[in-house]
C-alpha cells in the first residue's frame, strides 16, 4: 500500500475520481456536441476514458494506490488491506470528488453547473452489465496485481475501454462515478433513481471477483495443501 500520510492519499483520491468524472463527463459533452451518430459519440467518450485511467493511476499510484472507485476500495478493505475507517475516508473522499468533476465538466462547457440525471438506465440487463463490469474490473486488477503489478495501469484502462462496447450499461463499474453521473444531465447522465441499483450491482460484481479471484489465484502450494486437507484429497 501506498505510503503518503492519511490526508495526503484522500487527497489523491478525491483528485484522481475528480479527474476521472471530469474526464467521463466532459468527453460526452464534446461528443454529442460535434456529432449526431451514437455509436461515434460513445467511441469519443470511450477513448479518453480509458486513457485518463492508465495516467491516473500511474500518476496517483504511488500516493494512494489509485483507487478511484469505492468498490475497488471496498475489496482492498475485505482483503485486509485497508482499515475499515480508512476505506471508509476513501469512500467519501471519492463521491466528494467524483461530484466535484461532474460540475467542473458543466462549468468548463459553460452548462448549468447544478443538474440532475434525466437518462432512464435501469431493468435486469442494465444491473446485469454493472455487475459483470465490476466484476471484470476488479478481477483484471487482482490478477494484475498477482502478476504483473507494473502492467495494472494499462490493464484497467484497456478494461475499461473493452467494457464500455460489450456491457449494455457502458460500464459505470464505480459507485462514485454512478452517483456523479446522476448529477449530470448530460451525453454522460442516469437518472438519480437508477443510482443505487447500479451500485449494488457494482458491489455485487466486485465481491464475486474478490472470491474467485482468492481461490483462481492462489499459489500452488496454498491450492496443494487446500486438496490436501480436502475430502478426497490426496
Known sequence: MAGADLPRRLAAEALGTGLLVATVVGSGIMA?????DRALALLANTLPTGAILVVLIVALGPVSGAHLNPAVTLVFALRGDLRAGTAAGYGAAQVAGGIAGSLLAHAMFALPVLQVGTTVRSGSGQWLAEAVA??????VILAGLRHR??????????????????TASTAFANPAVA??????DTFAGIRPADVPAFVAAECAGAVAALWLAGWLLAPAASRSAAARGAPGGH
Open 32 to 36: 454529442d456536441g460535434l456529432t449526431d
Open 134 to 139: 465490476a466484476f471484470g474490473l476488479v478481477f
Open 179 to 184: 452517483v456523479a453521473r446522476g448529477l449530470s
Open 149 to 166: 503489478a507494473e502492467a495494472v495501469a494499462w490493464l484497467v484502462g484497456l478494461y475499461i475501454t473493452a467494457a464500455y462496447w460489450f
